[in-house]
């Protein structure tokens, strides 16, 4: 079992995550922006946060720098979720974050790729 942060404004998006990561058995969280996101990883200690980075007001990547700032969240690894791929976005996210996946999900490969990141996490 694992918690999953997902931090993501499309709620189409985020329906979808949820639904194929609970049918793997893990517990989904879901924030609809980066302050809620922040506030919910604060309370809760996920076992990884999937970050969207295209967010208006604060983009996934200012709140994953934020995040990184907090000891008890600086284990989590956080996976930047992006439909932008080209490949300085990709190299931009990376900096901060600790992997990428591409959007649109492969429903087929998407969970595995959870999976791969929970293992390495804290």
């Known amino acids: 079992m694992g918690k999953v942060l997902v931090i993501e404004d499309n709620s189409a ?5 949820r639904r194929i990561l609970e049918a793997e058995g893990l517990e989904v969280i879901e924030a ?3 302050g809620t996101g922040i506030a919910l990883a604060k309370e809760l200690t996920p076992d990884l946060i999937l970050m969207d980075l295209s967010m208006p007001e604060v983009d996934g990547l200012m709140a994953t720098r934020t995040l990184r700032q907090i000891p008890a969240l600086q284990a989590v690894p956080i996976v930047a979720l992006t439909a932008n791929v080209m490949p300085e976005e990709r190299t931009r996210a990376l900096q901060v974050c600790d992997g990428y996946i591409p959007k649109p999900i492969d429903v087929d490969r998407f969970p595995l790729e959870v999976q791969h990141y929970l293992r390495r996490g804290g």
Do not use: I, P, Y
């Not at 998006?13 to 995550?17: E, G, H, P, S, Y």
């Open 32 to 34: 609809e922006n980066a």
């Open 13 to 17: 998006n985020r329906t979808l995550v």
